[in-house]
């Protein structure tokens, strides 16, 4: 289990700081002993080994706790977005069998009245914060860690699908191993490293990137509630740190943030996927920080190719960790040589390195994992050194601010809102963002409710990140003669198109800044 990780790292190096927060730190004997007692309080509450156990929360030492908890006890972390709302949060929860829900104080005053009445019957745990977290066990005896076989689930995430419905990976204890030491031996972690990770403590990023590869080495991990431009350098000057994760959208904020050059730090290293060539070369050269880009995803080891310490190549994404084997294969599945653009698939080297499959999802998982691979539904090629280029996705998700989206689920809301006879939703190009979310809308007729409506609408049922920037209504959507929308088609920007941002239409606005 990773939690066998902990142990060693208790027994070797007890009084070694483990996790820092902006109020504390703490060893990594205080995370141990605080795991099992964590996992005692789940043995109280019925939680036996195998049970899946929700987790919706955010940043803190409380969460890691728990996580870690969840796996010494046994169990099964679903770790949820916390910022899902109304249908879509009833629905992992209710998909995941959660036997119990751990929330933090935030989440329970915001969100814990849209459960459905069934699921709010669930036994909760709320974390008040973290030295209320700690208090309240400090009574309890600490369990002893149950016997789990390597193979067996240590957690499932949720990825947006293409269908709508978000697929629940399920990932083993010997995937986040296997990851950790991959990641440590790229990066060349040791103990002396402080790895800072503001990204949501539920995304494989941190979890799989910074958090496993700091159990790996012995390393701190630096936790943070959120990104932060403005006091990015500071926060990583006052903490120590000498590394964190990333993705795309937050390299390319700070380069738009901090103009001038910054060298007063100790950080070494950007970990991440998403950065763009210009953003990758400005962060070297403005702040001394090597960007390590990555390729991957939560089903293929949380990054499956990434620029290493001794083998690095500006502009790609590196080369297929040692326990993964990485091809280019044709609509066919025939693999393709060094040069040709295909789709990416992945298989493991050793057992279990990538997801054991889709939760309660066996036609999916047979669909992604045909003819003995994994397929990605993204396009690349390899150079004839074996780096890996990222050209795209085949499937439709949109990629803003690091999370992946499905347009469906925002369509099939959408068109529950009085006046709206059909619509399509896109991904449109953005500096900042990666992708920003375009509507299209097709109004009944004499209904004009206008681009704030709709943005409203959404707002209703779900968080910031997949609310709409550009807003348009159109007399139809195009789509094939098999009724597929044809997207491509709609990710334009011009005078058609409202900017909920700026008020005003797009070609307005672009007059004005010229």
């Not at 996790?19 to 939680?47: N, S």
């Not at 030295?131 to 949720?158: K, Q, W």
């Not at 390590?292 to 297929?320: I, L, Q």
């Amino acid at each position: 289990m990773i939690t066998d990780l902990l142990a060693q790292r208790h027994a070797e190096t007890p009084d070694a700081t483990f996790v820092i927060t902006r109020g504390k730190q703490y060893t990594y004997k205080e995370i141990h002993l605080a795991v099992a007692r964590f996992a005692t309080r789940l043995a109280q509450l019925g939680v036996t080994p195998g049970k899946h156990v929700a987790l919706l929360a955010g940043n803190s030492a409380a969460y890691l706790v728990a996580w870690l908890g969840i796996c010494l006890r046994g169990g099964v972390a679903v770790t949820l977005n916390n910022q899902l709302l109304g249908d879509g949060m009833n629905y992992l929860v209710e998909q995941c069998d959660a036997c119990l829900l751990v929330v933090d104080r935030q989440w329970e005053d915001a969100r814990g009245t849209m459960l459905r009445a069934d699921l709010a019957a669930l036994p909760r745990i709320v974390i008040e914060d973290d030295n209320h977290f700690f208090d309240s066990m400090a009574h309890l005896p600490p369990a002893a860690a149950e016997s789990v076989p390597g193979r067996a689930p240590c957690t499932i995430m949720y990825t947006s699908g293409t269908t709508g419905l978000p697929k629940g990976v399920v990932n083993s204890h010997n995937a986040y191993k296997a990851t950790g030491l991959a990641t440590v031996r790229a990066l060349g972690i040791d103990a002396s490293d402080r790895i800072m990770a503001f990204m949501p403590l539920f995304h494989v990023n941190p979890q799989m990137y910074a958090v496993m590869s700091a159990l790996t080495s012995g390393a701190a991990i630096i936790v943070l509630p959120k990104f932060s431009a403005s006091t990015f350098f500071e926060d990583a000057i006052q903490y120590g740190a000498t590394g964190c994760t990333f993705v795309g959208t937050v390299l390319s904020i700070l380069v738009a943030r901090h103009k001038a050059a910054r060298r007063d730090h100790r950080l070494r290293f950007f970990f991440g996927g998403g950065a763009p060539n210009l953003v990758w070369q400005a962060i070297e050269e403005r702040f001394g920080i090597r960007v390590h880009e990555a390729y991957g995803m939560t089903e293929a080891g949380g990054w499956t190719t990434g620029n290493s310490v001794d083998e690095f190549r500006f502009g790609s994404c590196g080369k297929p960790r040692l326990d993964l084997e990485v091809c280019i294969v044709d609509d066919n599945d025939n693999v393709l040589s060094a040069g040709e653009t295909g789709e990416i698939v992945v298989r493991p080297r050793g057992p279990d390195t990538i997801l054991l499959g889709y939760y309660k999802q066996p036609e999916q998982t047979l669909d992604a994992c045909r003819n003995l691979w994994f397929h990605t539904g993204d396009i690349g090629r390899f150079d004839d050194d074996g780096f890996l280029y990222y050209h795209g996705r085949m499937k439709e998700l949109i990629r803003r601010n690091g999370e992946m989206i499905s347009p469906v689920e925002i369509e099939t809301r959408l068109r529950r809102m009085d006046g709206v006879a059909d619509c399509a939703v896109v991904g449109v190009p953005d500096p900042i963002a990666g992708d920003e979310i375009k509507v299209s809308v097709v109004l009944e007729p004499g209904i004009n409710p206008g681009p704030q409506a709709i943005h409203h609408f959404l707002a209703d049922h779900f968080p910031p990140v997949m609310l709409p920037r550009y807003v348009e209504f159109v007399a139809a959507i195009p789509k094939t003669e098999t009724e597929k929308v044809q997207r491509n088609k709609l990710q334009y920007l011009d005078v058609r198109v409202h900017d909920l941002k700026s008020g005003q239409p797009v070609v307005a606005q672009m007059s004005e800044s010229e």
